[in-house]
Nanobody
Framework: QVNLVESGGGSVQAGGSLRLSCAAS????????MGWFRQAPGKEREFVAA????????YSADSVKGRFTISRDNAKSTLYLQMNSLKPEDTAVYYC??????????????????WGQGTQVTVSS
């Protein structure tokens, strides 16, 4: 079992940047494929980005390509999401998630085994 704790959320103006972190504990971080998801009020949880346990390949939603970058430091048991050129529509609670089995279904939240508690990101226009 792995415990995940997100941090780094906050309020920023459109065009700004934030870096989210997801600290893992309780199990070997490097054995998990990792993903970022987000959920805005009244909407379903949606895929943002994912990364194979080895660090490659990575996957991103079309809505964030070219703006968001997922990365990981297995030595620090930490997952990151660098978010640049933020837009008001990026406002949501952001969650990191861990999948032990396969990266094949990286965009499906039901395929992930463990979730963090989320961190709020608010982008004002």
């Amino acid at each position: 079992q792995v415990n995940l704790v997100e941090s780094g959320g906050g309020s920023v103006q459109a065009g700004g940047s934030l870096r989210l972190s997801c600290a893992a504990s309780g199990s070997t971080f490097g054995t998990y494929h990792m993903g970022w998801f987000r959920q805005a009020p009244g909407k379903e949880r949606e895929f943002v980005a994912a990364m194979h346990r080895s660090g490659s390949p990575t996957y991103s939603a079309d809505s964030v390509k070219g703006r968001f970058t997922i990365s990981r430091d297995n030595a620090k048991s930490t997952l990151y999401l660098q978010m640049n050129s933020l837009k008001p529509e990026d406002t949501a609670v952001y969650y990191c998630a861990a999948d032990l089995a396969s990266i094949s279904y990286y965009s499906r939240p039901d395929k992930y085994d463990y979730w963090g508690q989320g961190t709020q990101v608010t982008v004002s226009s």
